[in-house]
């Protein structure tokens, strides 16, 4: 017997983007998503390009016993064994373990480690339920190691994230070669690199103009590294053979598009990624057939028995010169690829949930009312990107907007709200509801029976009205003399007692009504315990990514030039932009100090109501410097970003920002402070803890090198960050409205 999933959550030790597990975390979980299942994800450690989208592994201590719990197991990690001891329902996600006897003399870490892994799997097998593995030869060793209930569920690959422009260097280099065999793997044993070079090197005899990449990290190839650049030099190839190290997406995207054929000579795989990629990428494919090679290959490449220098040359020369065969094997390739689909893999993820006696639901699309501000501002403007996002995964949105403190208008709307509506998210600030109106309104929602997802930006005890006056009557001054005074102390101190249970009911019936509580920083969610102590109620993730208002992207350096043109800009500095309402905690005066010689800032913001002289100080600080620019209009302040390089946040205190997902979804790198609020993005950029580290990352920043490899950081965030990828995270498990 089954019942519905509801929950599965995910554990890997260490989490990081373009890692071939990690990605199938993060399909998992989209897919679980899409399932209304609830899904977050767990580390030992998160790389920083994913850091905001991952949970730190003792986090696992606060959920259910009965939530189901995914530990994804690819090499052994210290905390694996506690994680083991935790209370909740287990299952085994297998992604293989390169035996230790290839690490040996080379690595004695990876050794370790490879050892302790193998003695983990047992001891996982022992507490789990079920698993599965992402290949028949991986199902095997898990069940192996004494689990009983196994099955096989392909590696989810994310496609989106190959559809990119491929570096143009690289092209360009490939282009040039008549035969380029591309080698695509970490340089290690295990990998058989060595009979690479051998096979090639015969090969070449018949291609002399043939040239080989071997594109992979080679961080931990040690000795390994040496014998084969050894190899290749007593070969003679040094000309003709390439150790790329490590590469980016569109680095390796180039290199599929543009080489010849993919050959792989490893000894031992447990799925081998490389293969789709080679696949999707029209290219023909040889391999030696080991380990899980001939079950995920199938016929769409030709496999070795028989791995020895003649060999490979021979298969080289047919995948090479052979078109009739080339074209077979690209739409072999193809047909196999529609074996590892979405489609595919929910049918494969389905059956082995139901070993564990779980059902995953279907994918079912939604009737969702999104109620925020209507005013422009930055959280009516988030709460289009999520409509935006929702909309995108197929669900049907009504945003309703209210104008801010305006009970009346807050009723008008909520009777336009139809009944067939299955979920209210509720995008929340306290200066857009009054605090009792507001939970009247939650009331009246809840007695006709929708769900409510309240998703609160700025959670603390001064944002509720209450409090306030409870704050301030703390601090009441005397106003009369003797016995006078001595009555009014008890009189106040009923007043407090009067607005103490005020303040606790509101937060109380916040806290209750309400199926789902969202915050998106680490501050926020400190005060969540002021509304309920429920975890399954709690909720913590970053802001998703958002579009700079009435803003277009220059598509390249030509269109940015004619916007800084426009703008009044010039055209070859370095423009750094601090943008917002002039606030003293934005720090901008500090900004401008910082600023290196040669180099240009603009602010981009508005005068504030609430600190009107910090404007005007800003102001003066900026006359001093000619390479500051101040921008008032507010209808152009996306633009200025647009045209800018760098935006640096360096903010006193914030809970979280919305600047920073406008800067990522500009693909821009960002200088911030240390406010906790910027914990998650800051693979986006530095961190500067004062101004001293604010002038040197400045500088910094400038650079070419390090510009560049920000600004891919900055693309991995905006693609991981995007509505359409997160949205759904809101209304997944919210329960259905009958």
């Known amino acids: 017997m089954t019942s519905r999933l509801r929950t599965a959550h995910q554990f890997h030790p ?90 040996s003399g080379l690595n004695d870490h990876a050794k370790r480690y490879s050892e302790l892994g193998r003695a983990q799997l047992k001891e996982l097998a022992s507490v789990a339920e079920f698993g599965f593995a992402d290949s028949e030869f991986n199902r095997q060793e898990l069940e192996a190691a004494g689990l009983k209930k196994t099955a096989v569920v392909p590696i989810l690959y994310d496609w989106e994230q190959f559809d990119v422009t491929p570096d143009p260097d690289v092209a360009h280099r490939l282009a040039d070669e008549r035969t380029a065999i591309l080698v695509v793997g970490q340089i290690l044993p295990q990998k058989a690199v060595h009979d690479v070079i051998a096979g090639f090197a015969r090969y070449r005899r018949g291609d002399p103009g043939a040239h080989l990449y071997l594109v992979g990290s080679t961080a931990m190839s040690a000795s390994y590294l040496e014998r084969l650049q050894e190899q290749v030099r007593e070969a003679h190839l040094t000309k003709n053979v390439t150790f790329t190290g490590s590469v980016n997406t569109e680095q ?21 990624v490389p293969l789709l990629e080679a696949m999707r990428s029209d290219l023909p494919i040889v391999a030696n057939a080991a380990g899980a090679i001939p079950e995920t290959l199938g016929d769409a490449g030709i496999l070795l028995a028989d791995k020895s220098p003649d060999r490979v040359a021979e298969a080289l020369e047919r995948a090479v010169g052979d078109q009739r065969l080339r074209e077979e094997l690209v739409a072999r390739g193809h047909r196999r690829l529609e074996d590892f689909s979405r489609e595919h893999v929910r049918e494969r993820l389905r059956d082995a949930l139901a070993l564990g006696g779980y059902e995953l639901p279907e994918e079912r699309k939604k009737n969702v009312v999104v109620l925020s501000s209507d005013q422009r501002c930055g959280i009516h403007h988030y709460s289009l990107a999520v409509c935006d996002g929702l909309r995108k995964r197929g669900h049907h949105v009504t945003f309703v907007g209210v104008r801010h403190l305006d009970t009346a208008d807050l009723q008008k709307k909520l009777r336009y709200i139809r009944d067939d509506v299955d979920t209210i998210l509720i995008e929340h600030e306290a200066g857009i509801f009054r605090d009792v109106p507001f939970v009247d309104a939650l009331f009246r929602l809840r007695r006709r029976g929708f769900p409510i997802v309240l998703s609160m930006h700025e959670l603390e005890p001064e944002k509720f009205h209450h409090y306030r006056r409870l704050s301030s009557a703390l601090h009441y001054r005397p106003r009369y003399r003797g016995w006078l005074e001595a009555l009014r102390t008890p009189w106040v101190a009923l007043r407090m007692s009067d607005w103490f249970i005020r303040y606790r009911t509101v937060l109380a019936l916040m806290g209750g009504i309400p ?28 802001l998703v990514v958002m579009p700079l208002e009435n803003t277009d992207l220059p598509k390249d350096e030509k269109e940015k030039r004619r916007l800084r043109e426009r703008l009044g800009l010039p055209q070859d500095k370095f423009i750094f932009v601090s943008p917002g309402f002039f606030f003293a905690r934005k720090r901008y005066i500090e900004v401008i100090r910082a600023l290196p010689e040669g180099s240009v800032l603009v602010l981009s913001g508005t005068r504030s109501d609430w600190e009107p002289r910090y404007f005007d100080e800003v102001m003066a600080a900026a006359k001093e410097r000619a390479d500051v620019i101040v921008n008032t209009d507010y209808d152009t302040m996306g633009d200025f970003v647009a045209a800018s390089d760098c935006v640096v946040l360096y903010y006193e205190d914030v809970f979280q920002s919305a600047v920073v997902t406008q800067a990522v979804w500009a693909g821009l790198p960002c200088i911030f402070s240390t ?51 997160n949205a759904e995270r809101y209304i997944a498990g919210v329960s259905t409205r009958h």
Request: aromatic share 10%; proline share 4%; glycine share 4%.
């Open 14 to 103: 260490v989490v990081a983007y373009g890692d071939a597990v990690g990605n199938d975390c993060f399909e998992l979980q989209r897919m679980f998503w899409a399932s209304d299942v609830r899904s977050d994800l767990f580390a030992w450690e998160a790389k920083p390009e994913v850091r905001a989208l991952v949970r730190d592994w003792r986090d696992l201590q606060r959920l259910p016993d009965d939530a189901l719990l995914l530990i994804h197991h690819s090499m052994g990690n210290d905390v694996l064994s506690e994680v083991a001891k935790l209370p909740q329902k287990k299952a085994i996600v297998y992604h293989n373990i390169t035996p230790a006897e290839y690490f």
């Open 252 to 272: 390796l995207v180039a290199y599929y598009r543009g080489a010849t054929a993919l050959l792989t000579l490893s000894d031992h795989e447990g799925f081998c």
């Open 515 to 542: 199926e789902r509580l969202v915050v998106h920083s680490r501050r926020s969610a400190r005060w969540l315990e002021l509304l309920t102590r429920r975890e399954d109620k709690r909720d913590e993730f970053p």
């Open 675 to 725: 406010a906790e609020g910027f914990a998650p993005y800051t693979g986006a950029g530095i961190v500067a803890r004062d101004t001293g580290e604010l002038a040197d990352a400045m500088a910094e920043m400038q650079k070419p090198d390090v510009h560049a490899r920000y600004v891919r950081s900055v693309r991995i965030l905006r693609r991981l960050l995007s509505p359409e990828r």
